[in-house]
Structure formats: C-alpha cells, structure tokens
C-alpha cells in the first residue's frame, strides 16, 4: 500500500511554525507514551530553526520528558563547531538549548575542526547511528524526520543529480562539491530517512513552489530529490500558501 502523503497549507510562514510546533510537542508525546523513547531527525534553513525556536517558545514545551528524546541531524555543514552556519549551532540556540535534554541524547554530527576528515566524519556518524539500531538496521527507528526542501528540490544535503541521492549501500556518506556553499557537508541517506515513521517537510515560501510542485507531480528523485521523500507511515508536506501555489487542489488537507 501507498504511504499517504499529505500537503497542509497555512496562511503564512509563522503560522506554518507555530502549527508545526504544536503538533510535533503533541506527537512526541504520544510515541513517548507508547514507546518510553522518541527519535528525532532535525533539519537546518530558516523554517526549520524557525520551527524549533516555535517549539521552545510554546507553552506546552515543558509537558515533554525530554530526558527520553534523542535529536539525531539528516545533514550538516562541514565547518567548524563555532560557525554560525552550522546546523548544530542553530538548534541548540534555538531549542537544544532551552530544553532540559541530556547532552548525551544530543548526537551531533562531527565539525571540520574535530580532527577527523570528511570522510572519517561520515563513518563515525555512521556508527554512531549503529550503536541505536541493529545489524539488519544500523540507526535508530527515527519517529518524526524534518526536511527542508531547497529550490532545486533537494532534502538533507542530497542534490539533484548528484551521486549521493543514489547511495543506497550507506547510511552516512561525505559530500563534496555541493552546488551551494559550503561545498564539504555530511548526509543521511535516502534509505535512512525513509525509513523514518513520519517524514515532516517544511517549507516557505514562494521559490519552494516549483520544487514543491514537480515533488507532487511525480518527478523523478533523481532530479527532484524531495520527490522520493517518503516515510513508513505518513509524508506532510507542511507549507505556506506562497509554496503551495503549484500544488493540486486534491492533494491539500484541512489537517493532518
């Protein structure tokens, strides 16, 4: 059976985050209360910190034992731990660093002044991951997976034809020559984020809309990577309405 995916519209890109947020803190609630645990996969851009600053600033953000979350990243940027850029640094400004969770349930990507290589990033995230899963599957079982989608389609650091969108035999891969800046990043693979139990995409504005469009129409992955976003239970594409503008009518949901 087809895992449903889903395109919620909200009037603007605040309340896209706020309404986010809001079902993410009722969500994690939930697989708390069924599982003891809840494994998050976050995601950079300006909508996605925007969403975790929305998570902090919610009242209900202290309902949640976050002592039983793990945040795990779907990408970074491969610079070091200080920049700004880094997707790590702004989370933790944003959400990380405003919640009671332990720094050992905080699993960072390594930076470029960790002393390992790009290469020997990506394999110590890739064991990193492992230490959660099993040997048929050596990452956590992710419950709620954040994207972003660029304008060019692409999810986590994941580009339109590019080798890493192909990868398949690896659950972490190094990425160089990155069409935008900055070129040495570390990723998820395709396999790894779908086999999430919810994939969230969240995305703003109106240079989302063609991606956006192409990803619903059924592009190839190959060439629009967020098309070939699909989680095992559901996939919402949670978006403004200058976003939405090529999405067909039939595919917007009133609610998630």
Known sequence: MAVERRV???????????????????????????????????????????????????????????????????????VPVADPERNELQARQALLGRIPVPEANVHPMAASDAGLSLDEAAE????????????????????????????????????PDAAGIRVTDAAVIPVRHAPKPPPERISLTRPVLNSSERIWLVLAGPDKASALGLALAGASYLEVPAAGAKGRKRTVFFVDQDAAAEVPESLMADSY
């Open 124 to 159: 110590a995230y890739a064991e990193e991951l492992a230490g959660f899963g099993t040997p048929a599957q050596p990452w956590p079982d992710f419950d709620i997976t954040f994207l972003g989608v660029g304008p060019d389609g692409h999810i986590a650091s994941l580009f």
């Open 8 to 78: 919620v519209v909200h009037p603007d890109k605040q309340a896209l985050m706020t309404s986010v947020a809001a079902r993410f803190l009722t969500k994690v609630s939930d697989v708390i209360a069924d599982l003891g645990r809840a494994h998050i996969v976050l995601t950079g851009g300006t909508v996605g910190i925007g969403t975790l600053a929305a998570i902090a600033d919610s009242p209900a953000v202290g309902t949640i034992d976050w002592s039983k979350v793990h945040f795990w990243w779907g990408d970074e940027r491969f």
